[in-house]
């Protein structure tokens, strides 16, 4: 397999986002090495969009969204979890893609081990089935946010699929509908994922809040809550050289993960 180059993120997060669906996340530490096909995931368009994190500017914990495209943005979440987005187009724009599910093609064995938990086994699909659960399968956590995922000597490096698994990419249907939980722009569906995949995470809504800000997401009120993208780059030309039926699942939607 051949890494993912930079120029392939140097663009707005939602055209890359569907581009990136088979494509592997290599995670190498000292216990060894697990790779993840990608099955789900999740576009969120900076600072304008207001389900990211970046829509109420930038600060220490987001910094790395307003750098340079090709780099991971992990944060931490719900006081337990952590997630990993991969930073799309630049210039300040704070564009990304949250990587949301997967299946494990290399270190099952591994990952099992840091998904198990007391004496019952993870399920092979629920190794990396969720973002929490891919972070904790690839042992990701906030020191490498930051991390350039676009060269080889990376501990957390990104590469194309195989010749296989382009075949079969070729032949499922990319389907699309609203994002994981969030509570504003709940009805952008930016959420890509290969149908039928039994990797893919369950939607749920966002749930409301008495109190606060919930981490990662926007303020609250109609203004955002009615937002919708000036413009719709969801069906730009793939960098593959197709493009991807994509089906509107309807339903409520709610918060960024």
Aim: glycine content about 10%; proline content about 9%; aromatic content about 8%.
């Amino acid at each position: 397999m051949a890494f993912v180059p930079r120029d392939f993120f140097a663009r707005p997060s939602v055209p890359v986002a569907p581009e990136l669906l088979g494509c592997v996340l290599e995670r190498q530490t000292a216990a060894g090495l697990v790779a993840v096909e990608l099955t789900e995931v999740e576009a969120y368009a900076g600072a304008s969009d207001p389900a990211s994190h970046a829509y109420r500017g930038k600060t220490a914990r987001n910094a790395v969204m307003f750098g340079p495209p090709g780099h991971a943005y992990v944060y931490f979440t719900y006081g337990m979890h952590f997630c990993v987005n991969l930073v799309c187009l630049g210039n300040g724009s704070a564009s990304a893609v949250l990587l949301r599910a997967g299946r494990v093609i290399q270190g099952a064995e591994l990952a099992s081990a840091r998904r198990t938990r007391g004496a019952a086994a993870v399920p092979f699909r629920d190794l990396a089935r969720g973002p929490a659960r891919l972070c904790q399968a690839l042992d990701i956590d906030r020191s490498q946010d930051g991390t350039d995922v676009c060269v080889a000597d990376s501990q957390l490096r990104m590469q194309w699929p195989d010749a296989d698994t382009t075949a079969r990419s070729a032949e499922r249907k990319v389907a699309s509908g609203p994002r994981v939980g969030v509570s504003n722009a709940a009805e952008v569906p930016w959420r890509f994922w290969w149908e039928g995949e039994p990797t893919v995470s369950v939607y749920r809504p966002a749930t409301p809040r008495r109190r606060g800000v919930p981490g990662g997401s926007s303020p609250r009120g109609q203004q955002s809550a009615n937002w919708l993208p000036p413009s719709d780059p969801s069906m730009a030309p793939c960098r593959r050289g197709r493009h991807h039926r994509r089906t509107l699942l309807a339903g409520p939607a709610g918060r960024h993960n």
